[in-house]
């Protein structure tokens, strides 16, 4: 009886052990890569070139890496700047249209409505790859090549399927009831919507502009194709120069120190608002 | 939802029609004038350029059907389709023979598993850029872990140059590719796992079925909705592949390593044929379409099964 109970304890042990083993391995395979570019963009200038063995700073703390990723462009500063404009811009935008969009789409009635809202789901099938040649010419017409401005408006489309979707269905799920209270209280339109209905839709909103913050700052093609000057790069742009090397040598410090810069905030914003993060995966995954 | 719509009408107070239709446009025009500029225009207005001789500089030249013309004759447009085709049955045996047992690995609610999600997810957040970038490093010979990383293991000899051969540039890539994509498909198959009755799998226990058994009578055929879904994702992200061939192999040795999206930018945007680009563009969107449409098919049979 004893000899059972202790066979059935040791085989649960094993089976705990094996399963945080294949775990553990599992979060080395995923995680290392990250933790040795992080810290091995903090060794001495002199140790960039050779292999981060070990992988940290041995001959102490430096900021090297940096100094030289700022000698790149326009300054490390400009670009980062450039891809949290255009990232902020994206989410902010995204954010606006999509929750009037969502609104409308919910509560009003209108000609063609489900002919349009299809049109604008619809959009997910075109990849905007096979569209950016046209795009760029547009752009140029409009003024709006080689801007900003004009990659937001892009990055801000693209959003818009999967984000007036989410919208449309937080409009949904809130009951008629509030409105009408509010409406009786005298709350109308614009009023109505940003006073009483903005908080309940507001896990929407956070898991619509997570998706807009991370899309559009990670966005290489399109930036890569539509800004051509080079203070206006963003971030992944101004990094594959970098990689590109200079005079044939390439500086993989900066590389390193780039890396850092362009994934720790992705990563930061995930681990913050992970919850948020999932719902917007779920939702696209049961549609 | 229509039920409720009639339902609830009557009691609300009736206001002109009329008012309220142009109220709910006027909520959905910033969407449709998006849209309308920035995705519809230009998939009509890529039909237009395809028919012409388009220079980045100067007027372009109505030239009919010869862009298509050309593209039918071109080998380089063939190779690049080819090893589009390649990359994409390559690189998605790859992410689901890895995703897969990931996923049940995480299914079961156990002590950390949330934690182990989350590790095995995190490559997913930050951009294909950034991943190509840490890679290329990575793998760099003089200047990389996985040298030293591998010698050690004593699989490779330590000065081996993974970016100078074909095969071992495209093994790289399909590294990164995997390391990147693979917590992505996990988390939707993760869905469709979930989705499962557990009294399924109990009752196939009793009536005797081993572990793979009950995987591929009970789990699988109860997956197929889910399996469609990321297997179309994984489809058609790999068909538009470009960050990673541009950034770690710059088209790799002898231009072995150039995509279809690969191919268009630089006809495109190197060389300027923008007529040109555009056709092969308007090929890709056709098949992405059909694909697309495979995909609805797909998902319908599913449906009508379950």
């Given at each position: 009886?004893?000899?059972?109970?202790?066979?059935?304890?040791?085989?649960?042990?094993?089976?705990?052990?094996?399963?945080?083993?294949?775990?553990?391995?599992?979060?080395?395979?995923?995680?290392?890569?990250?933790?040795?570019?992080?810290?091995?963009?903090?060794?001495?200038?002199?140790?960039?070139?050779?292999?981060?063995?070990?992988?940290?700073?041995?001959?102490?703390?430096?900021?090297?890496?940096?100094?030289?990723?700022?000698?790149?462009?326009?300054?490390?500063?400009q670009h980062t700047l450039n891809s949290a404009a255009v990232a902020i811009g994206t989410a902010l935008l995204t954010v606006i249209v999509s929750l009037l969009a969502g609104y409308g789409f919910s509560r009003y009635r209108f000609m063609f409505k489900n002919a349009l809202f299809v049109l604008i789901i619809a959009t997910l099938m075109i990849p905007f790859q096979s569209i950016l040649t046209p795009l760029f010419i547009i752009l140029a017409k409009l003024g709006l090549n080689n801007s900003l401005i004009g990659l937001t408006l892009v990055y801000v489309t693209l959003q818009l399927p999967f984000s007036v979707f989410m919208m449309r269905n937080a409009f949904d799920a809130v009951p008629k009831e509030i409105e009408e209270a509010a409406r009786i209280d005298g709350a109308r339109d614009l009023r109505l919507l940003v006073r009483v209905l903005l908080p309940l839709v507001l896990p929407g909103i956070v898991t619509v502009a997570i998706f807009a913050f991370l899309n559009s700052w990670n966005e290489f093609l399109a930036a890569l194709v539509l800004l051509s000057d080079n203070s206006k790069?963003?971030?992944?742009?101004?990094?594959?120069?970098?990689?590109?090397?200079?005079?044939?040598?390439?500086?993989?410090?900066?590389?390193?120190?780039?890396?850092?810069?362009?994934?720790?905030?992705?990563?930061?914003?995930?681990?913050?608002?992970?919850?948020?993060?999932?719902?917007?995966?779920?939702a696209g995954a049961v549609k | 939802m229509t039920l409720a719509d009639s339902l609830s009408r009557p009691t609300r107070r009736r206001r002109p029609k009329r008012r309220s239709q142009w109220k709910g446009l006027l909520y959905i025009a910033p969407a449709m004038v998006l849209v309308i500029m920035f995705f519809i225009l230009p998939v009509l207005?890529?039909?237009?350029?395809?028919?012409?001789?388009?220079?980045?500089?100067?007027?372009?030249?109505?030239?009919?059907?010869?862009?298509?013309?050309?593209?039918f004759s071109d080998t380089r447009f063939y190779s690049a389709l080819g090893f589009t085709a390649y990359y994409t049955v390559i690189i998605t045996i790859a992410i689901f023979a890895?995703?897969?047992?990931?996923?049940?690995?995480?299914?079961?609610?156990?002590?950390?598993?949330?934690?182990?999600?989350?590790?095995?997810?995190?490559?997913?957040?930050?951009?294909?850029?950034?991943?190509?970038?840490?890679?290329?490093?990575?793998?760099?010979?003089?200047?990389?872990?996985?040298?030293?990383?591998?010698?050690?293991?004593?699989?490779?000899?330590?000065?081996?140059?993974?970016?100078?051969?074909?095969?071992?540039?495209?093994?790289?890539?399909?590294?990164?590719?995997?390391?990147?994509?693979?917590?992505?498909?996990?988390?939707?198959?993760?869905?469709?796992?979930?989705?499962?009755?557990?009294?399924?799998?109990?009752?196939?226990?009793?009536?005797?079925?081993?572990?793979?058994?009950?995987?591929?009578?009970?789990?699988?055929?109860?997956m197929r909705k889910t399996m469609a879904l990321s297997l179309i994702l994984s489809v058609t992200g790999s068909i538009l592949a470009f960050d990673q061939f541009y950034i770690m192999t710059a088209g790799g040795p002898q231009n072995k390593m150039i995509s279809v999206v690969y191919y268009i930018f630089n006809q495109s945007f190197v060389s300027f044929n923008l007529g040109y680009g555009a056709a092969m563009s308007l090929a890709l969107l056709v098949i992405l379409v059909l694909i697309s449409i495979f995909q609805l098919w797909l998902l319908r049979v599913g449906e009508e099964r379950a």
């Open positions: 009886m004893t000899t059972k109970k202790e066979a059935r304890a040791r085989r649960a042990l094993f089976g705990a052990g094996s399963y945080h083993g294949t775990g553990i391995l599992l979060a080395v395979f995923f995680l290392a890569p990250f933790v040795i570019t992080i810290l091995s963009s903090f060794r001495h200038g002199t140790e960039a070139r050779l292999p981060p063995i070990p992988p940290w700073p041995t001959n102490g703390f430096s900021l090297d890496a940096y100094r030289s990723l700022d000698s790149f462009g326009a300054g490390v500063w790069f963003t971030l992944p742009i101004l990094i594959s120069a970098v990689r590109a090397g200079r005079l044939g040598a390439i500086d993989w410090g900066a590389v390193q120190a780039g890396v850092t810069v362009m994934s720790v905030p992705c990563l930061f914003v995930f681990l913050l608002l992970q919850r948020y993060y999932m719902r917007g995966l779920m | 207005f890529t039909f237009w350029m395809s028919l012409h001789k388009w220079p980045l500089l100067g007027v372009p030249r109505f030239i009919g059907l010869n862009n298509y013309i050309r593209m890895l995703a897969f047992p990931l996923a049940i690995f995480v299914e079961r609610q156990r002590k950390m598993v949330g934690v182990y999600r989350t590790a095995i997810f995190m490559p997913v957040v930050v951009g294909l850029a950034s991943a190509s970038l840490l890679w290329v490093w990575f793998a760099n010979v003089d200047s990389g872990f996985l040298n030293p990383l591998l010698a050690w293991l004593g699989i490779v000899d330590l000065k081996t140059n993974f970016f100078a051969s074909f095969d071992s540039a495209f093994f790289i890539v399909c590294l990164m590719v995997v390391w990147k994509v693979a917590g992505f498909t996990m988390i939707i198959l993760l869905t469709g796992l979930q989705a499962i009755p557990t009294e399924l799998g109990e009752a196939a226990r009793i009536d005797g079925a081993n572990r793979w058994k009950r995987f591929f009578y009970v789990t699988l055929p109860l």
